[in-house]
C-alpha cells in the first residue's frame, strides 16, 4: 500500500503565500509523475501542476502559471507546491496524487493511480 500525506494548508489572505508538501510513503513504487490537483465547492476536481520524476519538467494550468511552483526531493518521495500571490478563487481542497504509468496526459486525474487525503487551502478577501 502507498500512502500519501499533505502538509501545510491553512488561511490566509489574499495576496499572501502557502506552501504545501506530500509525502509518499509505503511500498516500493516507481512514481512516474507527482501531481497537485485542487477542488472547490460544487466544483470538479482539477488539474493544477505536475512534475516528472526523472527530469524534473514541470506542467502547470493556466490560471496558476507565475504564481505556483511545483518541485521534488526524490530522496524523500516529497512534492513541493509553493503558491505566491494568492486569490480567493484558490481556495479549495489540493490534493497530491501520484502516477506511476505513462499515459496519454498528466492532467487528468483518471490517469494516476494513489491520493493524498486532501488539504484545505483558504484565501480570504
Known amino acids: 500500500q502507498v500512502q500519501l500525506v499533505e502538509s501545510g494548508g491553512g488561511l490566509v489572505q489574499a495576496g499572501g503565500s502557502l506552501s504545501l508538501s506530500c509525502a509518499a510513503s509505503g511500498r516500493a513504487i516507481s512514481i512516474y509523475r507527482m501531481g497537485w490537483f485542487r477542488q472547490a465547492p460544487g466544483k470538479e476536481r482539477e488539474f493544477v501542476a505536475v512534475i516528472s520524476w526523472s527530469a524534473g519538467t514541470t506542467s502547470y494550468t493556466d490560471s496558476v502559471k507565475g504564481r505556483f511552483t511545483i518541485s521534488r526531493d526524490n530522496a524523500k518521495n516529497t512534492v513541493y507546491l509553493q503558491m505566491n500571490s494568492l486569490k480567493p478563487e484558490d481556495t479549495a481542497v489540493y490534493y497530491c496524487?501520484?502516477?506511476?504509468?505513462?499515459?496519454?496526459?498528466?492532467?487528468?486525474?483518471?490517469?494516476?493511480?494513489?491520493w493524498g487525503q486532501g488539504i484545505q487551502v483558504t484565501v480570504s478577501s
Open positions: 496524487a501520484v502516477r506511476t504509468r505513462f499515459g496519454a496526459t498528466d492532467t487528468s486525474r483518471y490517469e494516476y493511480n494513489y
